[in-house]
């Protein structure tokens, strides 16, 4: 009786096992289905990643831009063109001097890595901060951090000098007036991600650090913003560009850039 028992209980498992297409795989149905179920299963991950290269949030009078990106670095000279797939997020990065119709890294604000290359800049009293990136990694230092940007260019990764505007949780004091308008855009980490912020309009400066807080920034340091200057774009997917504020002027000298290789 036992033994009758235990031999109905396996053709039955068997038999289970088959209709949820597993055994063999001898059934054609059960084959194809699988297989469909695959293809859509794959289809829709890659929409996904395309459709998240850069996630955007717009919230608390804030647009918040992280990209999915695996390098960053600083482009100096022309602008990254967005025919280049391998691109998928450019903002304005470190002041620009004088209105210059050649390129110079002397035109620049503050020393800076770009490609893994040190250059000279001009002397800005205004950079309070460095953001440097290699390995994968990043940091925000207070003051020239010339160790740092050191490393960044023996490591074959970028840094340049802005305005610090909040660093370790907290407020820095800049030569910014609080009370200046304009719309404003920031380079940040917020909870472990490195994303760019910029205020959904013209506010007070004070107002714009007081957000940024209370979204959970940690660190933030400026990005060169205003009339001109402010021309970004970032990729939705391979098909799709949106450009943040129209193209100015040729004037523009450097460029914080996320690539998806």
């Given amino acids: 009786m036992k033994k009758t028992l235990f031999i109905g209980c396996l053709l039955g498992a068997l038999c289970a096992l088959n209709a949820c297409g597993g055994g063999d795989g001898k059934s054609g ?21 395309e459709t998240e290269l850069v996630q955007r949030t717009d919230t608390m009078g804030l647009i918040v831009l992280c ?27 470190a002041y620009t001097g004088e209105l210059l119709d ?21 002397a800005c009293e205004r950079n309070t901060g460095v953001f440097v990136y290699y390995d994968g990694q990043w940091k925000f230092c207070r003051g020239n951090a010339a ?32 009370d200046n308008v304009n719309q404003f855009r920031a380079l940040c980490d917020c909870g472990g991600k490195l994303c760019i ?14 957000a940024l ?14 009339g001109g200057w402010n021309h970004a774009w970032y990729r939705v997917n391979n098909d799709s560009i ?9 004037y523009c000298t450097n460029w914080i850039t996320f690539y998806r290789h």
Wanted: proline share 2%.
């Fill in 147 to 178: 160790s740092q940007m050191q490393l960044a260019a023996q490591h074959g990764g970028c840094a340049f000098g802005q305005e610090l505007m909040i660093h370790q949780g907290e407020i820095m004091k800049t030569g910014r007036a609080d």
């Fill in 102 to 122: 050649e390129f110079k890294h002397s035109n620049i604000a503050g020393d800076h890595v770009s490609g893994g290359t040190l250059h000279k800049g001009y």
């Fill in 197 to 210: 912020i910029e205020s959904s309009g013209s506010v007070q400066f004070k107002d714009f650090k007081d």
């Fill in 213 to 226: 807080i209370r979204y959970g920034v940690t660190e933030a340091i400026y990005l060169d913003m205003g």
């Fill in 242 to 250: 949106v450009e943040l504020h129209p193209w100015a002027h040729d």
């Fill in 67 to 93: 990209p999915d990106y695996k390098a960053v670095d600083l482009v100096c000279g022309t602008m990254p063109s967005q025919d280049d797939s391998t691109v998928i997020m450019v903002a304005e990065a």
């Fill in 29 to 49: 149905t059960n084959q194809e289905v699988t297989q469909d179920s695959l293809s859509q299963q794959n289809e829709k991950k890659d929409m996904k990643t």
